[in-house]
């Protein structure tokens, strides 16, 4: 399968830089920890060196010890400079949050996740209304619905995250 494109960014990358929300995690299996693409696994192993035993079974990358905290990290985290050192390749959920896709009742939601302070801020905006418009189009396309199918592991059960819009992805893809 062809690689995807990346996804535009709703929120500004000085502000996540300064923020030191994300990437952050309480435990060390976390639920919020990012899910892979069968690709993205591949990628990473290939051209970042990543060793196999970061990724878990159900393909999440496995959280390390924050070196300067207690809680745990991301391990392409940079814990002093807040960078993603992998930015340019960071999985596709990375690219989605606040966003994410949720299986609620069998149906397939886009959600957001408003403990992101930038979002809870710009939740209600005309800006945020015209980029769910855009991230709902491009969920629902040939290739993401192709791109679901493959990988059934992304359409995950969050819970405490607000529901924006209903995508066209059946309860059986997953
Ligand atoms: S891959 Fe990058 S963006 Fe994704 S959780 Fe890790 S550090 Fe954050």
């Keep these: 399968m062809p690689s995807l494109k990346m996804i535009k960014q709703f929120v500004p990358q000085e502000f996540c830089l300064k923020c030191r929300g994300c990437c952050r995690f309480k435990e060390a299996n976390s639920v919020w920890s990012p899910c892979l693409l069968n690709e993205e696994v591949q990628e990473l192993l290939d051209k970042k060196g990543l060793p196999p035993a970061s990724i878990s079974i159900d393909r999440r990358l496995q959280l390390i010890a924050n070196p300067i905290?207690?809680?745990?990290?991301?391990p392409f985290l940079g814990s002093q400079d807040n960078q993603c050192k992998i930015y340019d390749l960071r999985p596709f959920e990375c690219q989605l949050y606040p966003f994410l896709i949720n299986l609620r009742k069998g149906?397939?939601?886009?959600?957001?996740d408003l403990n992101c302070p930038y979002i809870y801020e710009q939740i209600n905006s005309r800006q945020a209304e015209e980029y769910i418009v855009y991230l709902t189009d491009y969920l629902n396309s040939k290739p993401l619905r192709s791109m679901f199918k493959n990988n059934p592991q992304i359409i995950q059960a969050y819970e405490s995250v607000r529901e924006v819009a209903e995508l066209n992805l059946p309860y059986e893809i997953k």
Excluded: N, P, S
Excluded at 69 to 74: H, M, Q, S
Excluded at 107 to 112: P, Y
């Design 107 to 112: 149906k397939v939601l886009l959600t957001v």
């Design 69 to 74: 905290g207690a809680d745990f990290i991301c």
